[in-house]
């Protein structure tokens, strides 16, 4: 069942930013169509949590696990951030309907872009946090990917495995040569951004209940994945969700230094990775068959990233 399409934009603030980074093989889609996870209804949160946070502003911030590129044929504005009128945070806000909502979640943002403008094309749009004030009551952010290089780390993987598909751990071998794992490397050196950007996030919305989202399950977490729908080969399989739990981990720390909550969005979406059949996968392979960006959440991806962060404001 389709839910009715509300949105709510505060007077006179800009909402977005532009796309940057590598855009994945869109041409390889073969979509179906898109799949429900089922509706995320007001009805979600106890009515106490609802009404007060109902009084106030909901801000959303993020990468294109928030905006959902592909996932539905209208995309809000600016149309460089590929950002869904279904993506999780326009659900969040049918759910709860705050006073005043602001979406600016962008492909391609990195924890730089939600503090800087984000340019693409001709133009710049505004720092995300632009659209942060005093009166927030709810921030969410979703971001780390794009810093330690999802985009190029899936492009680059997928080239190696062809070289050593079936034996061999090729991707593994390229980030962990000379001894040093360079993407272990990464998570750590984008942990003091993610604490730096929470700070100023609490600083420009102090009264706010900040919300700091995780990735969910992108492999299996048992077993040698499934080229080709996502081309990784076999022996990589293992490292790769290492890095993604590694991932997950340093945003958990972050957010616990900070202060502020962390939604755990990967132990409920396990069974739902994008090698499970098209009904069951929330998370979408490098051939998609249902409406999303390759290796990016589909619609039932999205809506369960709602139910979660729904469920986390008890």
Request: with cysteine.
């Amino acid at each position: 069942m389709s839910m009715p399409k509300t949105t709510w934009r505060r007077p006179g603030r800009s909402a977005g930013v532009v796309i940057t980074g590598i855009l994945l093989p869109v041409l390889l889609c073969s979509c179906k169509g898109t799949q429900e996870a089922g509706p995320v209804a007001a009805g979600s949160l106890p009515a106490q949590a609802h009404s007060n946070l109902s009084d106030g502003s909901y801000v959303a911030l993020g990468d294109s696990y928030t905006s959902a590129p592909l996932v539905t044929d209208e995309a809000i504005n600016p149309s460089g951030c590929m950002r869904s009128d279904e993506d999780y945070p326009e659900l969040v806000a049918r759910a709860l309907r705050p006073r005043s909502f602001t979406n600016m979640s962008c492909f391609g943002a990195s924890t730089y872009d939600i503090s800087h403008p984000q340019q693409a094309n001709d133009r710049a749009n505004p720092p995300q946090i632009s659209a942060l004030s005093p009166a927030d009551t709810l921030v969410t952010v979703q971001v780390g990917g794009d810093d330690i290089g999802f985009s190029h780390i899936v492009a680059t993987c997928g080239v190696l495995s062809l070289t050593q598909l079936w034996k061999g751990a090729p991707c593994m071998e390229h980030y962990t040569a000379g001894g040093t794992d360079t993407l272990a490397q990464a998570i750590a050196r984008t942990a003091p951004k993610i604490v730096a950007m929470l700070t100023q996030i609490r600083q420009r919305s102090p009264g706010a209940r900040i919300l700091l989202i995780g990735y969910p399950d992108i492999l299996p977490v048992s077993g040698n994945g499934c080229w080709p729908l996502v081309p990784i080969a076999r022996d990589d399989v293992p490292y790769l969700r290492t890095v993604e739990t590694g991932l997950n981990a340093m945003l958990a720390a972050s957010a616990r230094k900070v202060g502020v909550s962390y939604v755990d969005t990967y132990q409920g979406s396990i069974g739902h990775d994008a090698c499970q059949s098209s009904d069951d996968k929330w998370v979408e392979g490098m051939i998609p068959t249902s409406r999303a960006m390759p290796m990016h959440p589909n619609a039932a991806g999205e809506q369960a990233m709602a139910r979660v962060i729904l469920a986390s404001l008890h």
